[in-house]
Every structure is written in C-alpha cells, then in structure tokens.
C-alpha cells in the first residue's frame, strides 16, 4: 500500500489550499482514513479521520474550516483548508489504518505554510 499526497505549500493567513491523497495497493474494510499533521517541536495530531462507514471526526481546532472528502473510488483522498492560520503551519500526512489486518500506512507529508 502506498499514499501519495500532495498540494501544499505556502498561502497567507485567510488563504486556503487543498491537499490530495493517492492511495495505491489493497486496502480492506474497515478502515479510517485521515490527515494528520506535525509542527516543528509538536507531536503528529489529527486533523481529521473518516471511517469506511463515513463517519468523520474533526479536530477541534480546524472543525469549522477544514473538509475532508473522497472520490467516488475512496481512493483519493482530499483535504480543502480554508481561513488558514498562522498556526496551521506543519507537515500534513494522510494515512490509512486498516483495521483488518490491523495495518497503519503513512504518506510521505506535505508542507503546508501559512503566513502572515
């Protein structure tokens, strides 16, 4: 399994941008898909999952401004950020967590920087 994200880079405050996922090889159900997020000296946190069942859970400090949505295939994965803050600066990673065969899967992250 492999997960290729991309669409980061740099916006100013306010701005938006939208971060792909590719997800490649066999991926069983159930699973929870997500993006995730370090900042320099933080620990990785979520961002927001979505179950195979599609249920979601948003991180509290992106709920409101941050979608997580799929294409039809649930192969890609898309994040669409909006009013970007400062602090929304870190490297975004999707992963996949397989919870059959109880497997995680990590993208190679994407930087994501927003100034002011």
């Known amino acids: 399994v492999q997960l290729q994200a991309s669409g980061g880079g740099l916006v100013q405050v306010g701005g938006s941008l939208r971060l792909s996922c590719a997800v490649s090889?066999?991926?069983?159900?159930?699973?929870?898909m997500g993006w995730y997020r370090q900042a320099p000296g933080k620990k990785r946190e979520l961002v927001v999952r979505?179950?195979?069942?599609?249920?979601?859970t948003y991180g509290d400090s992106v709920e409101g401004r941050f979608t997580i949505s799929r294409d039809s295939t649930k192969r890609t994965m898309y994040l669409q950020m909006n009013s970007l803050k400062p602090e929304d600066t870190a490297v975004y990673y999707c992963g996949v967590h397989d919870l059959k065969i109880q497997n995680q899967y990590w993208g190679q992250g994407t930087l994501v920087t927003v100034s002011s």
């Open positions: 090889g066999n991926i069983f159900s159930p699973n929870v």
């Open positions: 979505i179950t195979s069942g599609e249920t979601t």
